[in-house]
């Protein structure tokens, strides 16, 4: 019997999807670690009897170190694009073998313009207050009160405009919103294309923005690439929408832009070394935060593990004929 193991599953929610009947008639175990293991020693421990590792995005790192303890692991799947979450030299040297699957631009779009519109529109203050028997009220003392305000006619700055910044601007566009474009050479094209506009000047782009949303990849040219000079040309009522990479601003740029008052206020689905990362950001007066939904949401679950268990299915095939091929030579 083979040992399936599920790293991250924080709702508990794997063993329940329907993806699991690709596993269906194999002679694999399958366990859900519902408990995030960020201390290494403990990892290695809870995987020692795992023959394949199925990863939920980039939880968690799997180092050259981890790879190398457990004896027993043959196959690792990233649910998603693969990233640099995986050591791939140990696994190389170790023999094991790495998959990954599809991505699906269609949840983290729609988180993103839930995101700008909860926060536009002032949503959880006024539903926290709502909760405590306050009518129409976002703030503790009443001096202190904003008003929401609607997207139509204002400016959307998309930062990058792929297969997820091409779908919040069209949405942006449904709403009436102006739509401006920043990024390499391929935003300018699909700009060009779906005729929005492209402005390659950094600063230029941003002092114009209402609204500002991420969509980078994050590699080594994008790490870190924001910085406090960039988010200092924004306008004070504008907001910051991060539902790509945290690590694409510089460490504690944003916090201090907020407390300079340029942006006037972020929302914010990802953070460095989640979920404690996420800490500096709670509670914020000025930031929306969600637990990284981004991708955390039925019908994506399902695709990514049916993809996932597939991989799975695939190799105990393999193994098995493999297993069959040598009786029969002996």
């Not at 139509?152 to 601007?169: E, Q, Y």
């Not at 690590?247 to 989640?274: I, K, M």
Request: aromatic share 6%.
């Amino acid at each position: 019997m083979m040992r399936v193991t599920v790293l991250d599953d924080y709702q508990g929610l794997v063993p329940r999807l329907a993806a699991t009947k690709e596993l269906s008639g194999l002679p694999v175990s399958l366990q859900a670690l519902t408990e995030r293991l960020a201390d290494e020693d403990a990892l290695i421990a809870a995987l020692q009897d795992t023959d394949c590792l199925v990863l939920i995005r980039e939880r968690t790192q799997i180092t050259a170190r981890v790879v190398e303890a457990l004896p027993r692991l043959k196959l690792i799947v990233q649910t998603g694009r693969l990233s640099g979450c995986i050591d791939l030299e140990a696994c190389k040297r170790r023999c094991v073998e790495v998959r990954d699957g599809g991505g699906n631009p269609i949840a983290p779009a729609e988180l993103t313009w839930a995101l700008i519109l909860a926060a536009s529109r002032r949503l959880l203050p006024y539903a926290t207050r709502l909760s405590q028997g306050q009518w129409q009220r976002s703030r503790e003392h009443i001096e202190d009160e904003q008003l929401g305000r609607a997207v139509h006619g204002r400016t959307l700055g998309v930062w990058s405009l792929g297969k997820i910044g091409a779908r919040v601007a069209a949405i942006g566009r449904a709403f009436g919103m102006r739509i401006v474009v920043h990024g390499r050479e391929q935003s300018r094209e699909a700009a060009a294309s779906a005729g929005y506009e492209f402005i390659a000047d950094r600063s230029e782009f941003l002092a114009q923005l209402d609204v500002l949303t991420l969509h980078l990849r994050l590699c080594p040219d994008t790490r870190h690439m924001i910085d406090a000079d960039d988010l200092a040309c924004m306008r004070p009522d504008a907001l910051l929408v991060n539902t790509s990479r945290a690590e694409l601003l510089a460490p504690g740029a944003l916090l201090d832009a907020l407390a300079r008052g340029r942006p006037g206020a972020a929302a914010l689905d990802v953070f460095e070394g989640e979920p404690d990362g996420a800490a500096p950001y709670l509670n914020h007066p000025a930031i929306l935060c969600t637990p990284h939904l981004g991708f955390v949401d039925q019908d994506t679950y399902e695709a990514y593990f049916r993809e996932a268990f597939a991989h799975v299915r695939r190799f105990v095939a393999g193994e098995q004929a493999a297993s069959g091929q040598g009786t029969a030579r002996s």
